[in-house]
């Protein structure tokens, strides 16, 4: 089958750097996204990474390593407006299923 | 460039009941895949239509059906609802049948009383 783990819950202040890591045991590996989410609204994608590396967008960031079924996604300069829960996503089953994570939710602290 | 949009907001069915939510892709996005979000969770995967056509499905009984129209915009229905159908069913439009990146809708919150 198919699970990701993520920790359900991440507090940090404005302008740190947090880190929000996700495991995977897929039955095929196609590439690990993520996606925020605020209260109320719709997911919105963020990174993908479809090779082992740092992908860097902005202040974020998203790591994979295939032979370790791991990724993370890196947030820097913290901002009050990045208070979201976060997914990651891995797509498997030959490319044809998407299975997203249970969510961490970031608090981010004046 | 017109963002992905759904029908309707809100909704209240009985146990027992049918229910169709409404979906409008992204201009030029042939792809809509539907997720299940129940409250506190992350989105399940309930299936992808790519050209009018099945293309993956997730772990949801066969009452979770779908349509999806020439104009790429796309219809999840529901039949014999239950109590534990009441989520946030969210559509999301991508280019492409393997796009990772996906577009999602503001979403239906069906109720299921």
């Known amino acids: 089958g198919q699970s990701l783990e993520q920790p359900s819950e991440v507090t940090a202040v404005e302008g740190a750097i947090v880190q929000i890591n996700c495991t995977y045991q897929t039955s095929g590996f196609y590439g690990l996204s993520w996606y925020q989410q605020h209260d109320g609204g719709a997911p919105t994608f963020l990174s993908y990474?479809?090779?082992?590396g740092l992908e860097e967008t902005g202040r974020f960031s998203s790591f994979l390593s295939r032979s370790d079924s791991y990724g993370y996604l890196l947030l820097q300069e913290l901002q009050m407006k990045d208070s979201a829960s976060y997914f990651c996503a891995v797509r498997d089953n030959y490319g044809q299923n998407f299975v997203f994570g249970p969510g961490t939710r970031l608090s981010v602290l004046p | 460039e017109t963002g992905v949009t759904q029908s309707p907001t809100h909704l209240i069915k009985t146990r027992g009941q049918q229910v169709t939510l409404r979906c409008s892709s992204q201009?030029?996005?042939?792809?809509v895949s539907w997720y299940q979000q129940a409250l506190g969770q992350g989105p399940q995967f309930i299936f992808q239509?790519?050209?009018?056509?099945?293309?993956g499905r997730g772990n949801f009984p066969p009452r979770f059906s779908g349509l999806q129209f020439p104009n790429y915009s796309s219809e999840l229905n529901v039949n014999a609802l239950e109590l534990d159908d009441s989520a946030l069913y969210l559509c999301?439009?991508?280019?492409?049948?393997?796009?990772?990146?996906?577009?999602f809708g503001p979403g239906t919150r069906l109720t299921v009383t």
């Open positions: 990474n479809g090779l082992d």
């Open positions: 999301a439009s991508s280019l492409g049948g393997d796009d990772y990146e996906q577009y």
């Open positions: 201009s030029g996005h042939n792809t």
């Open positions: 239509y790519y050209r009018e056509e099945e293309n």
